[in-house]
C-alpha cells in the first residue's frame, strides 16, 4: 500500500513523492498493481495484472486522494483482474494487504471460483452498511467475521468518509508540514526515505490535535480501524477490528 492525502490541492512534489513510495512497494508484489483515487464527484480506479513501474504513466493529477497497491498473489488469480486491487463491490472500492478467512458466521457468499480473499471484507462490509450502520460500524462488524490479517484502505463512491486500519499487519503514515500532506505505506523505511527527516513516531490522535508538527513519522495502533473525513481534514474516530471482541465505540472519539 502507498498513499497521499494533500490537505490543499495536488502539487507536483506530492506526485513525486508518491511515485516514489509506490514504486518501492514494487519489491512487496509483481503480479498484479492498481491505483484507486477519490475525486470531488466520483471514486476512480485501474488496475491490471503487472508491476506497479508499468503503470506510473496512470497516475492522476487530480484527486483528494490517492492510494497505489502491489500485489503478491495469496488467493484468487492475477489473470481475472476482478482479484486484483483495488477490489470493487458496488459502490465501495477497497485496498487490502494481508490474508483472511472466513467464520461460520460470515454472510457474504463469494460470487465466483478462485475468489481472491479480500472480496469477502468489501462484501460482508456492504452488507452490513445496508443495515445502515455506519462505515466504521459496519467495519467492525466485518472484522468479527473474519480471522486473519489486513491493512487496508476503504472507500465509498461520492463519500468523503476513508477507513483505513491494520490488523496483525502494519501501515505507517509521515505528514509533511512544508507539503501539507498526509502520506502511508506499508513499510515505515520508505516514508523516512522519501518524505519524513524525523524519525519521531506517534500515534494519529495526535496529528488531529496539533497539526503545526515539523515533518513526522507515525504508526497506526494496532487491531484499529480509523476514519479519515477528506472534508474535515482529519481522523475524526476510530474502532477497534481486533478478532475476538469490538467493543470500542465507533463515535469515540479515542
Known amino acids: 500500500i502507498a498513499g497521499v492525502i494533500p490537505l490543499n490541492g495536488v502539487d507536483k512534489r506530492h506526485l513525486s513523492i508518491f ?3 509506490w514504486k518501492d512497494m514494487e519489491s512487496r508484489g509483481t503480479d498484479a498493481a492498481g491505483l484507486l483515487w477519490q475525486t470531488d464527484d466520483a471514486l476512480r480506479y485501474v488496475k491490471a495484472p503487472t508491476r506497479a513501474s508499468k503503470l506510473v504513466d496512470k497516475i492522476p493529477t487530480d484527486f483528494r486522494i490517492l492510494v497505489g497497491h502491489t500485489r503478491q498473489v495469496s488467493s484468487g488469480t492475477a489473470k481475472n483482474n476482478e482479484n486484483n486491487h483495488p477490489v470493487i463491490d458496488g459502490p465501495t472500492a477497497i485496498i487490502h ?3 483472511v478467512h472466513k467464520k461460520p458466521t ?3 457468499v463469494s460470487p465466483y471460483a478462485d475468489c481472491v480473499d479480500t472480496r469477502l471484507i468489501v462484501g460482508e462490509y456492504n452488507l452490513f452498511r445496508k443495515e445502515h450502520k455506519t462505515p466504521l460500524q459496519a467495519m467492525r462488524e466485518t472484522s468479527q467475521q473474519l480471522f486473519g490479517s489486513m491493512a487496508f484502505v476503504l472507500m465509498e463512491n461520492k463519500s468523503p468518509i476513508v477507513l483505513l486500519g ?3 499487519n502494519e501501515i505507517h503514515f509521515a505528514w509533511s508540514k512544508e507539503l501539507q500532506a498526509l502520506f502511508f ?3 515505515a523505511k520508505t516514508l523516512s526515505t522519501n518524505v519524513a527527516e ?3 513516531f506517534l500515534a494519529p490522535w495526535l496529528f488531529i490535535r496539533d497539526k503545526t508538527y515539523s515533518d513526522l513519522t507515525f504508526d497506526m495502533d494496532a ?3 480509523w476514519s479519515w473525513d477528506l472534508d474535515q481534514k482529519a481522523f475524526v474516530a476510530r474502532t477497534s477490528i481486533a478478532v475476538a471482541y469490538g467493543t470500542t465505540d465507533a463515535a469515540d472519539p479515542w
Do not use: M
Open 106 to 108: 460470515l454472510q457474504f
Open 166 to 168: 491494520a490488523r496483525t
Open 97 to 99: 494487504n494481508g490474508s
Open 223 to 225: 487491531d484499529y480501524a
Open 198 to 200: 524525523k524519525r519521531a
Open 19 to 21: 511515485r516514489e513510495i
Open 185 to 187: 505505506a506499508s513499510t
